[in-house]
Structures are given as structure tokens and as C-alpha cells.
């Protein structure tokens, strides 16, 4: 769909130096849009189904699979992309009609007010691993997901 985005590079030097494996990561990168997607339209003043997220990886343009979050533990193994060093991921908060409606671009004036916004929800939600609302329900979102989020967000924050 052509439309207006925002989206949020991960550096790859941040991404490698998480203390995790190549599949924490993946978990905690869709973990992430799934927070960003669901706080970014506090700041829009717009609804939830009025944005969509993506991931893709910034040096091939290309959509990182599955389109839906969360990733699932099977599509990870077959799609190697992860393990490469020097793969930079983009999350993609998009205006979900045909052309765009202008929503979306607004956060990037407001891209380290939504970190921060994001990194306290993570912060403030008691939950262990992931809950519907942090980085999405545990069982989806796979193992550590809520813990490298965390870690990113704060990696970004400290740039």
C-alpha cells in the first residue's frame, strides 16, 4: 500500500551488542513494534487501527516475514537475515489508508518523547515476560522479548 510512515532504524552496532541470542533479538525487535504500535497513537491522537506496523531490515529495503507480528519461532529459523551483523532493522509505524491521512509523520518531531513513553510502559508493566500490554503476550512474542525491548529502547535513548 503506498502511504506515510514513520520508522525507527535500529543501529546494528546496538543490536549486536545485546547480550542475547540471534532469536532473543528477533523476539525483542518484534516485541518492540508491538509497543511502539500501540503507544504511538497516544501521541497521534488516533486510533489503533488507524496505524500499522512493520519491520523491515534497512540495507535491502526488504519486508522482514512474517508482515504480521509477532515473528514465530519457525519463520526465524528459516530466514537467516537475523544472524548477519551488519542486519539493521526499521520498525515502520504507517498510516493505515491508501495515500496516507498525515498521522504518522508527525513522530518523528516526537520520536524521543515516544522512546521514553515506550521504555516506561515496559518499565511500570509487572509482568515477567510480556503481557498484551507491553510488548505482546509471552507465548507470542517468544522468550525475552520484554527484556531486549527494553534494552534497545534504552540503547537508542542513551544516542
Not at 546494528?12 to 497513537?41: D, R
Not at 529495503?61 to 537467516?80: C, H, K, M, Q, Y
Request: hydrophobic share 35%.
Amino acid at each position: 500500500m503506498h502511504t506515510t510512515a514513520y520508522w525507527l532504524t535500529i543501529p546494528a552496532p546496538l543490536l549486536q551488542s545485546l547480550p542475547f541470542s540471534s532469536e532473543e533479538k528477533v523476539n525483542g525487535l518484534f516485541g518492540l513494534a508491538y509497543l511502539l504500535h500501540h503507544v504511538s497513537p497516544l501521541f497521534m491522537m488516533c486510533d489503533l487501527h488507524d496505524v500499522g506496523v512493520s519491520v523491515g531490515d534497512n540495507l535491502t529495503g526488504e519486508s522482514v516475514p512474517p508482515r504480521d507480528i509477532p515473528l514465530r519461532v519457525a519463520t526465524f529459523e528459516e530466514n537467516p537475515v537475523f544472524i548477519e551483523p551488519d542486519f539493521e532493522p526499521n520498525i515502520f509505524i504507517y498510516d493505515n489508508y491508501p495515500g496516507g491521512i498525515g498521522l504518522s509523520p508527525a513522530l518523528f518531531d516526537l520520536e524521543k518523547d515516544l522512546l521514553r513513553h515506550g521504555l516506561k510502559t515496559i518499565n511500570v508493566c509487572p509482568c515477567q515476560e510480556g503481557c498484551p500490554s507491553c510488548v505482546g503476550p509471552s507465548r507470542e512474542t517468544g522468550r525475552q522479548a520484554k527484556q531486549v525491548a527494553q534494552e534497545i529502547l534504552r540503547g537508542l535513548l542513551e544516542e
